[in-house]
Each structure stands twice: as C-alpha cells, then as structure tokens.
C-alpha cells in the first residue's frame, strides 16, 4: 500500500531556531515528492522534488530528497512567527493513476 | 488573477440532506481532485478527474459522487449527509507540465 509518513506530527521552536521536517515514503514507480505549507486556508506550493541529492532553496527553506532511502527533508532556517504553519509533504502522481498521496503533516509553532 | 475557487465556503447540513460543493478553475487544467481534510489525518484522496467526463475513486470515495461535465468545474456530491463527513474539502487541479497542484481555499462543511 502506498504511504507517506511525516515527522514529528508538531514542533514548537523559538524564533531563530533551525528546524528539520521529514517526509519518508513508500510508492511504487516514484515520480516526484512535493512540499506544500498550509496556513489557515489553501496549501501553498514550496518545493517539488524528482531527483535524489540535489537541493531546493528559497530563502530561508530548502529542501532535499533522497531515493535510496526514500525520504526528504525540509529545512527551515533562522525561523520566524510567519513560519507557523503545517506543513504537507506529497507523492505523485502514483504510477497507473493521477493521483496524490499526502502525509498527515507536521504542524509548527514559532515563538516570538 | 482566480486560479481555484470553491463554493460555498462554508455549510451547516442536517443528517440526510444533501448538497453539492463546487470547483471552478480557469487555468485549463486537465487533473481535478477533491480531497478532505481532518484534525491528525492531512489530505485524503476523495475522487479525481483526468478529464473533461472521466471520474476516478480516491482513498475515500464512499458517501460521496462527483462529476465533470465540463473542463473547467468538478463537482462533489453529498446524496444523504452523515456527522462522519463534517470536515473541510479541497479542491486542486494539476498542471500538467509542472506537476504543481493548485488548491482552493476550502470549504467547511458540518453535518448535525
């Protein structure tokens, strides 16, 4: 069965802190793993990833994917309060299908 | 600049009633898909399309019935409404040469 796991499920840091946020998954036929952060209403897109090692940025996010060990990696610097938010990583689309399978997020707070 | 927009975006249902969310999106996309999204469970695949008149089951697809008779709209169908489907639905559509999914902004639904 296709899955995607994030950890941890929620994170509170204060402001400045580094924070790492990890999306392992298991699909078969992998096609490309994307990052999206979630305020109060719509998903915003961050990062789509399709090849192992090579890093993402903006800003102070990047991110990176592994396909060996079939995982990723988000990284937030230097944090903010604006950063608060959670944060959905998804695979797709599944081989055969069109479809999207999202983890159940990890949920940041930023202290001022 | 509209992108995907749902409607309504909110609804007070009874046990039994029926309703119907909308999706409208203008940037010609060929992949639509509902999903909902609970407290600890992310986004979960309700249906999809791939075009205009096709309709596919998600993860969840029981309760529910979709249609897309025309390109640019996907609806979702609620025939006899249950507590266990108070959530909030998205809607997302995919371009096609990214890979990018493009959320709407949600649509709260409670069912007493």
């Known amino acids: 069965e296709d899955k995607v796991v994030q950890s941890p499920l929620s994170l509170v840091v204060h402001e400045g802190d580094t924070v790492t946020l990890n999306c392992s998954y298991e699909?078969?036929?992998?096609?490309?793993l994307l990052w999206y952060k979630q305020e109060k209403k719509a998903p915003t897109f961050l990062f789509m990833l399709?090849?192992?090692?090579i890093e993402k940025k903006s800003g102070r996010l990047s991110s990176i994917l592994d396909k060996k060990e079939l995982f990723s990696i988000l990284n937030i610097t230097a944090t903010q309060t604006g950063d608060s938010a959670i944060y959905l990583c998804?695979?797709?689309?599944?081989?055969?299908?069109?479809?999207?399978?999202f983890g159940t997020g990890t949920r940041l707070k930023v202290l001022a | 600049n509209a992108g995907v927009t749902q409607t309504p975006k909110f609804r007070v249902l009874k046990t039994g009633q029926s309703m119907t969310l909308l999706c409208a999106q203008d940037?010609?996309?060929?992949?639509m898909y509902w999903y909902r999204q609970d407290p600890g469970m992310g986004l979960r695949l309700i249906h999809y399309?791939?075009?205009?008149?096709?309709?596919a089951k998600g993860e969840v697809p029981d309760g529910y019935n979709v249609s897309r008779l025309k390109k640019q709209n996907f609806l979702l169908g609620l025939e006899s409404a249950a507590p266990s489907q108070t959530s909030v639905y998205f809607c997302?559509?995919?371009?096609?040469?990214?890979?990018?999914?493009?959320f709407g902004e949600g649509s709260r639904l409670t069912v007493l």
């Open positions: 699909v078969t036929n992998f096609r490309s």
């Open positions: 997302a559509s995919r371009d096609r040469g990214t890979g990018e999914l493009f």
């Open positions: 399709t090849s192992s090692g």
């Open positions: 940037m010609n996309h060929e992949y």
């Open positions: 998804a695979v797709g689309p599944i081989s055969g299908t069109y479809k999207y399978i």
């Open positions: 399309s791939v075009g205009e008149g096709t309709t």
